[in-house]
């Protein structure tokens, strides 16, 4: 019998997109408002989903006290109030994408969470744009 759990975190991170190597016209043509040069800030949410079987002595998946205290030092001490372009090592060569935040925080949990444990990261952007990893396989039809 498999379940789900999720739990929610959230933090404030200053973002550029933007190719080195492309004009600062193209940057705005491909990311808009996104590659500004001097910055700009989001309010990212996150939910972090483990699945898995119940433990039978506790009734728990996970006691969610230790996942909440892992999301707060792997990922919101981490990413919180920083210039992700600049503060942040995982994207000193990564654009700090959506996509490649979700994919740097699950690899960073990944880490921190007990293997029989599968893992599921939902990063928002703003209310309308989140993205997710790893995601179902669909088959081209
Ligand atoms: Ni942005």
Redesign the pocket.
Known sequence: MYISVYRKAHFNAA?R?YVKDWSDEKNLKVFGV?SNPNF?G?NYEIEVRLTGEIDPVTGMLINLKDLKQIIKEEIEDRFDHKNLNLDVEEFEHLIPTSENICYVIYNILRKAIDEKHQLRIRLY?TPRNFVEYPADRVTPT
């Open positions: 973002h997109l996104c700009h989001h952007e």
